[in-house]
Nanobody, 122 residues
Framework: QVMLVESGGGLVQAGGSLRLSCAASTIVFSIETMGWYRQAPGEQRELVASITSGGTTKYADSVKGRFSISRDDAEKRVYLQMNSLKPEDTAVYYC????????????????WGRGTQVTVSS
């Protein structure tokens, strides 16, 4: 069973910064795309940022220029550096891994983490 474990959430004042981290289980052989999604109360889950194994990144318009996604394939981790945080960034942030190949299994799977709360006060 592959697990994605997020960390780094918390409470921060507007204008502050947080760095989210997501670690995948060691049984993972490769991950094509890793990303961060968020879901605010009463809202749908939305893509915040994603990064492919080739390094191609994608960002939601609302976070461009403020957030930066990166990954460390050796450590099977993905990071989200969030700067200039705004109250509207408040949400539960979920790590996502697409096209995951597990050792000893030829299939590909998608996985979600359990989420980490980010709260930005005004």
């Amino acid at each position: 069973q592959v697990m994605l474990v997020e960390s780094g959430g918390g409470l921060v004042q507007a204008g502050g910064s947080l760095r989210l981290s997501c670690a995948a289980s060691t049984i993972v052989f490769s991950i094509e795309t890793m990303g961060w999604y968020r879901q605010a109360p009463g809202e749908q889950r939305e893509l915040v940022a994603s990064i492919t194994s080739g390094g191609t990144t994608k960002y939601a318009d609302s976070v461009k220029g403020r957030f930066s996604i990166s990954r460390d394939d050796a450590e099977k981790r993905v990071y989200l550096q969030m700067n200039s945080l705004k109250p509207e960034d408040t949400a539960v942030y979920y790590c996502n891994a697409e096209s995951v190949v597990v050792l000893g299994d030829p299939n590909e799977y998608n996985y979600w983490g359990r989420g980490t709360q980010v709260t930005v006060s005004s």
